[in-house]
């Protein structure tokens, strides 16, 4: 087994992790670390097949990288703007649910 | 990098695994959010033994550091009630099997593809390297990042631009209670902060040709800043300045791409002979614009009147 296949593999278990997490979840800030975990889990898929190239070409690719790089950055920013949306509905509604997850 | 895998590897991946699941399956959220928080820095391990410094020195004061101050901040804005869930938060129901088996397929669908990739493949790293001559740095990372792949970075820099103006735009929020003025904290302050500052500018400057850059750099400052805001409330949006340092990035990177469009070779398209300097130029206002966003996220916007 190549660290590439181990760790490609491990990507795609966060994946379905963080997916199970944000549709199933109730609590908003539970299904924005569900959506960070699968962000995480694309990532090491990425970086994970990335080091396929290391036996032909020397060095991992550095495409996936700076790729990955790119969106761990804009992963963080979405994930502030989000959390600043939660905080506006539980001031206004006073619930860190979304509407059709409240209970009656 | 040594490709071959150490049992080290199997550990790492049984434990992100683990703590992944954990921080989402926690009963209690605080416990969730910490769980994610050392699951962040166990991922930055993954990218060292996967050959990616960059990515790994990133990971871990964004991905680990900022989203787990973010979410503790939120969390203790919520309150005791707010912050509370179900016993279970995950456990199957009826209504949520349906969510599982869609995920399984995923996983089936995933692996199948994984699995008919070739073990070895030459990717785009003999073209990156083989350009490297030209884009100004030696690292390919930052030559992929602001040179091969610049219009990403642009438009990255846009995207946090569009997240601070987002949460500015959202109605004020009351500042949590303040703590009592910690004579340690102060102490750290001082000590870290010119530390914090050094330790970017030289991140800014080794990107050129080794691990790091400005995105490195401006997780770095934006930790500096955060920690700045715990030890004495900053009020970020109010002020001209730090109007001016948010766009500066954006600003100066289209405005290169401008000027490298009616006077060069086309949008973002740098001479050979002065792309290392304008590399550097970019990342030296995107780092500042980056650290300044990120702390602006984390603070939100105080309400009128609060310090």
């Known amino acids: 087994m190549s660290l590439g296949l181990l760790y490609g593999l491990a990507g795609i278990a966060l994946v379905a992790m963080g997916l ?12 924005l670390l569900g959506l960070n975990v699968l962000g995480s889990g694309v990532f090491m898929m990425l970086v994970a ?44 509604d006073d619930s860190a649910r979304l509407p059709e997850d409240r209970l009656p | 990098m040594a490709a071959e895998v150490h049992a080290l590897d199997f550990v790492l991946v049984v434990l992100l695994l683990w703590l992944g699941w954990r921080a989402l399956a926690s009963a209690d959220l ?16 993954a990218w060292v033994r996967l050959g990616a410094p960059d990515v790994a020195l990133a990971e871990a004061a964004i991905g680990a550091g900022l989203a787990g101050a973010l979410l503790l901040d939120t969390l203790a804005r919520l309150g005791r009630k707010g912050a509370t869930d179900e016993v279970r938060p995950l456990g199957l129901t009826p209504a949520r099997a349906g969510i599982a088996l869609a995920s399984l397929g995923l996983v089936i669908l995933l692996v199948a593809s994984v699995l008919a990739l070739p073990e070895s493949w030459p990717g785009l790293t003999a073209p990156a390297l083989q350009q490297l001559g030209a884009s100004g740095v030696t ?96 009020s970020l949006p109010a002020s001209r300045p730090v109007r001016a340092a948010v766009v500066l990035g954006f600003a100066v990177f289209l405005g290169v791409g401008v000027a490298t469009a009616v006077f060069g070779g086309g949008f973002l398209t740098f001479p050979p002979a002065y792309a290392g300097a304008v590399i550097l130029l970019i990342e030296a206002a995107a780092m500042v614009s980056i650290a300044v966003i990120m702390v602006a996220l984390f603070v939100g916007r105080p309400a009128q009147g609060t310090k």
């Open chain 1, 20 to 31: 199970y997490a944000a549709l199933a979840a109730r609590h908003v800030l539970r299904r």
């Open chain 2, 139 to 234: 690292n390919p990372v930052t030559a992929t990042l602001l040179n091969y792949r610049g219009y990403d970075t642009l438009l990255e820099i846009g995207v946090l631009l569009l997240a601070v103006l987002g949460v500015w735009i959202l109605d004020a929020e009351a500042a949590l209670p303040a703590a009592p003025a910690d004579p340690m904290l102060s102490l750290l302050l001082r000590v870290l902060l010119p530390l914090t500052v050094a330790a970017a500018g030289y991140l800014l400057w080794v990107g050129a040709h080794a691990p790091g850059g400005a995105f490195q750099g401006a997780a770095l400052l934006a930790a500096g800043g955060v920690l700045w805001h715990l030890a004495r409330p900053l």
């Open chain 1, 49 to 92: 097949l990335a080091s396929r190239t290391t036996e032909i070409a020397g060095r991992p690719d550095p495409v996936p990288h700076a790729m990955v790089l790119t969106g761990i950055v804009v992963a963080v920013s979405a994930t502030a703007l989000a959390l600043a949306l939660l905080r506006r509905m539980h001031r206004h």
């Open chain 2, 30 to 45: 605080f416990k969730a959010v910490v769980q994610f928080i050392v699951f962040g820095l166990l991922v930055s391990l």
